[in-house]
């Protein structure tokens, strides 16, 4: 009798899971696992939270959902049937719709363009865009995403084009919707819009899946919540039983330490001083406008802005990836206008960039190349002819040493590491030229716990050091707890200079990145140093 | 790991290799008659003869020079065709030199071949700048260069170097002071296999341990990552296609003067096209430039004695030369086994 109840308890519970994935393996062809026997399901009409660190395999698990990847082992069960979900239209006539982190739209389209794209409504051999205008407008208006449908999408801000990706899923009949860290390139306000929308949705019968690392969001919004850490399920719970501090340790094994120690700064001289600076970007339009501060040495100087605010530009000038531009940058007292980017460089500037695979690493060569980069021409590592191999390996070594970069030897391809590993890499080849400037564009970008802790203890030794930092960052979190002095930029201006960043808190430094609010230029004019 | 990946490329490379063997072999059986003596002829041929392995050796040499001129300009990711150009012009420089100018014994062919390569040099430098300049595509521009280069060549050998009393269109006789001196008694084997040798070792070293050829490489595997460390890309573009060249030129100068008497070629020669076939099957490497060429001149050699003594053609060998090519060109050939190598390893890493 026992077993017998027990089988109906688990019929019920099946029968009350609208999608459920069993056993899903996945390695990539680096070697890499991102998912390891995952179970993962949901029930319909909840908002169902995944959660865990960067790497730890939730994008892989729904690219999976969404048929972007195809996993090794494991079935898919829709409603009750086996499903085989081979690529993103097979998802979507199965109902299932995703918003990616970065948006999969066309610029120069119209938000109706981009809406019905790929299956346009036809007018003979045209497409019927007033059909287009009016689906779009009465979509928009069923779930209160209001956008405008011939808006060209490059017209448009961060949190309007999200909405223009949600409606696109809609459009295409999606039940469940994937959202990928959807508030990762929202403000504080943009992000309480979402989820009242996302509420809305919900009571409308939709189930989403909400991918997030921050905590209180999930809090907030969620029903359930999947923890993911190291490409393993750590478990299914309902939100309202488990704290933010029970979820941090599933996700991580150990309580994040976010706070950075450090002492206050204590400035000297100025190194880099940026002065009236605009930069016109390649589409004709003022990325950065005006715009003057100026970093001392032993102090870190963050940037904060919501993307795309012309921080981007700011970086490309200062290290000479860009070079047309009206105002001066000058390092060390050098006009860098004239000087090539070997040569500001040798002026003791390094740069961590914000898309290492692409000007960060050369993914094939190995570690030890990897480290040699911005050496390999200096006395210490070649003679005159050939190049000192000992030397090179030793350097190789203490640095992967020095910066616990986890491989098998220095000879191993870089693309054989993970994220983190990668980025130290980077970090240590940077690093390790003794700085007097270091430009550190999103150093923690998309990297596990234990690398992004290490990177930012190393940012403030060699701030102690005597480096000065511009430290640019999406992360709040980590622009607040690792700036000395803080520059908000909204538009390719500056809007706010915070001069100690300990004052500020979340909701005002939000204000300012959305250019709500405006600090006087007086105010402003503070960044400057003499 | 690493060790792992590279023993699983040479094993593709040989897999590769030997299916496009197996199939030249089973079109040899449908279309002989005396399929068994064309097969040993064309597989052994080459070794049956100390004439016929001279045959061999003297191929290489100029498929030595081709494959590293290529080879470097591939390292930097410059995909220029112009080792054809180069490689024809530059036997027509040292023809220039060795029928108009009387120089003493060595020095006589040292500056024909110097003077071969710097014209190799300008010839592929100019794609290298249109590209640096323009945005030209350098892999069209090469290849239209190469006819250029051919007629150009053509001319000045018909108007300026031209025997007259000679049956077809070819140059005066080389001074005998230009000529290269022959290695090996009973093969025509000359001295240019020791300077191609040479050569070999020198682009290895210039590739591995100068700091030329890390800017090189690094150039070619990401060039964005090579400004963003402070080199100068553009110039390094136009260094490797310069050295491309110029390599391409001495080998078709020290061709011109070992194996002939006369420069008499009417058309490309071909060795260009052959070093893109030797560069890839050697990956690009220098160390391995050696084998491709090898291999690819016993194949030729072994096929030229079988049209010759059976009843199929030479042609043949153009079957397997393709079906390499595109089996180790194609990334994902056996890349299903090795994601499963892959997977089987991280499972046991795991447990």
Request: net charge negative.
């Given at each position: 009798m026992e077993t017998a109840v027990f089988i109906i308890k688990g019929e019920l519970l099946m029968q009350s899971e609208l999608l459920s994935m069993n056993g899903i393996t996945k390695v990539y062809p680096?070697?890499?696992?991102?998912?390891?026997?995952v179970d993962f399901s949901i029930r319909k009409g909840e908002i169902h939270a995944l959660v865990g660190?960067?790497?730890?395999g939730k994008s892989t698990l729904m690219k999976i959902l969404f048929g972007l990847e195809h996993p090794e082992e494991g079935e898919i069960i829709l409603n009750g049937e086996q499903i085989q979900i081979s690529s993103p239209n097979a998802a979507i006539d199965h109902g299932i719709g995703m918003v990616h982190q970065h948006f999969m739209l066309?610029?120069?389209?119209?938000v109706a363009e981009n809406m019905v794209l790929g299956s346009e409504p036809k007018k003979g051999l045209y497409v019927n865009l007033k059909k287009a205008v009016a689906e779009t407008k009465e979509l928009a208006e069923k779930y209160n995403l209001?956008?405008?449908?011939?808006?060209?999408?490059?017209?448009?801000p961060v949190g309007i084009k999200q909405k223009v990706e949600i409606l696109k899923a809609l459009y295409r009949g999606a039940e469940v919707l994937i959202l990928d860290e959807?508030?990762?390139?929202?403000t504080p306000q943009e992000t309480k819009e979402l989820f009242e929308e996302l509420h809305l949705l919900k009571d409308q019968g939709n189930t989403i899946i909400f991918i997030s690392h921050k905590l209180h969001e999930i809090k907030e919004l969620c029903d359930r919540l999947t923890i993911m850490r190291n490409g393993k399920s750590q478990g299914v719970f309902n939100?309202?039983?488990?704290?933010e501090a029970d979820i941090s340790r599933l996700m991580v094994g150990r309580d994040v330490i976010l706070k950075v120690e450090k002492e206050d700064a204590d400035p000297g001289d100025v190194i880099l001083d940026v002065d009236k600076l605009t930069v016109i970007n390649d589409f004709g339009k003022?990325?950065?406008?005006?715009i003057s501060f100026s970093v001392r040495k032993g102090e870190i100087l963050g940037v904060a802005g919501?993307?795309?605010?012309?921080q981007g530009e700011l970086v490309e000038i200062i290290t000479g990836l860009k070079q047309i531009h009206f105002g001066d940058v000058r390092i060390c007292g050098n006009n860098?206008?004239?000087?090539s980017i070997k040569e500001i460089r040798n002026l003791g500037t390094c740069h961590i960039p914000e898309d290492r695979m692409t000007y960060g690493?050369?993914?094939?060569?190995?570690i030890e190349q990897n480290l040699l980069?911005?050496?390999?021409?200096s006395p210490e590592y070649t003679g005159k002819f050939l190049t000192k191999p000992k030397v090179i390996r030793e350097n190789s070594l203490k640095l992967i040493e020095e910066y616990k970069i986890?491989?098998?030897?220095?000879?191993?391809?870089?693309?054989?590491?993970?994220g983190g590993n990668i980025q130290k890499v980077v970090v240590a080849r940077e690093f390790?030229?003794?700085?007097?400037l270091i430009i550190a564009?999103?150093?923690?970008?998309?990297?596990d716990v234990g690398a992004t802790e290490f990177i930012r203890k190393r940012l403030v030794e060699l701030r102690d050091q005597g480096s000065a930092v511009l430290l640019v960052s999406a992360d709040l979190n980590e622009v607040m707890e690792l700036s000395d002095s803080l520059i908000v930029m909204y538009g390719g201006e500056i809007t706010a200079y915070i001069k100690?960043?300990?004052?500020?808190n979340e909701e005002e430094l939000g204000l300012y990145m959305l250019g709500i609010n405006r600090q006087s230029p007086e105010e402003i004019g503070r960044a400057i140093h003499v | 790991m690493f060790k792992q990946k590279r023993l699983f490329e040479l094993s593709r490379t040989i897999l590769a290799i030997a299916i496009a063997l197996l199939i030249a072999l089973v079109t040899i059986l449908f279309v002989s008659e005396e399929p068994a003596k064309a097969l040993s002829t064309f597989l052994l041929g080459p070794l049956k003869s100390v004439r016929h392995f001279g045959n061999v050796l003297e191929m290489m040499i100029p498929l030595l020079f081709t494959g590293l001129a290529v080879s470097i300009m591939f390292s930097a990711a410059q995909f220029n065709l112009g080792a054809e150009g180069a490689f024809f012009l530059g036997g027509i420089a040292s023809t220039y030199i060795a029928v108009r100018w009387a120089l003493p014994n060595v020095i006589h062919p040292a500056f024909a071949i110097l003077l071969g390569g710097v014209v190799g040099a300008v010839f592929c430098g100019i794609p290298a700048i249109l590209k640096v300049k323009w945005n030209a595509s350098e892999l069209v521009s090469s290849l239209m260069l190469n006819y250029v280069a051919l007629f150009l060549g053509l001319y000045i050998i018909n108007y300026?170097?031209?025997?007259?009393?000679?049956?077809?269109?070819v140059s005066y006789k080389l001074a005998e002071s230009s000529k290269l001196i022959k290695m090996i008694?009973?093969?025509?084997?000359?001295f240019g296999i020791l300077i191609a040798v040479l050569m070999v070792v020198l682009v290895y070293y210039l590739m591995y341990r100068t700091r030329w050829g890390y800017r090189i490489r690094l150039t070619g595997l990401n060039s964005s990552f090579a400004r963003y460390s402070g080199i100068k890309t553009a110039s390094v573009i136009v260094l490797a296609q310069l050295l491309g060249g110029f390599i391409a030129g001495v080998g078709g100068s020290i061709e011109v003067l070992g194996m002939?008497?006369?420069?008499?070629?009417?058309?490309?020669?071909?060795y260009g096209w052959d070093g893109i076939i030797v560069a890839i099957l050697a990956r690009n490497n220098p160390a391995l430039i050696p084998v491709g060429a090898f291999f690819l001149a016993y194949l030729r050699i072994g096929a030229d004695l079988m049209s010759r003594t059976s009843d199929?053609?030479?042609?043949?060998v153009y079957i397997i030369q393709g079906v390499m090519i595109v089996l180790i060109a194609a990334?994902?050939?056996l890349a299903h086994y090795r994601h499963k190598l892959v997977f089987k390893e991280a499972r046991n890493r795991s447990t």
């Open positions: 680096n070697g890499i696992v991102a998912n390891e026997s660190e960067n790497g730890a066309v610029p120069s389209l119209t209001i956008v405008d449908p011939t808006a060209k999408i490059r017209d448009l959807p508030t990762a390139v929202l939100v309202s039983d488990v704290s003022q990325a950065v406008n005006d919501v993307e795309g605010n012309g860098i206008k004239p000087l690493v050369a993914e094939s060569l190995d980069a911005d050496k390999h021409d986890k491989c098998g030897s220095p000879l191993q391809e870089v693309k054989m590491l993970s390790s030229s003794s700085p007097q564009d999103q150093p923690t970008r998309g990297i100690d960043t300990k004052s500020l | 300026f170097l031209r025997d007259v009393n000679a049956g077809a269109m008694p009973g093969t025509r084997v000359h002939y008497r006369r420069f008499s070629w009417q058309t490309l020669p071909g199929v053609q030479s042609e043949v990334e994902s050939f």
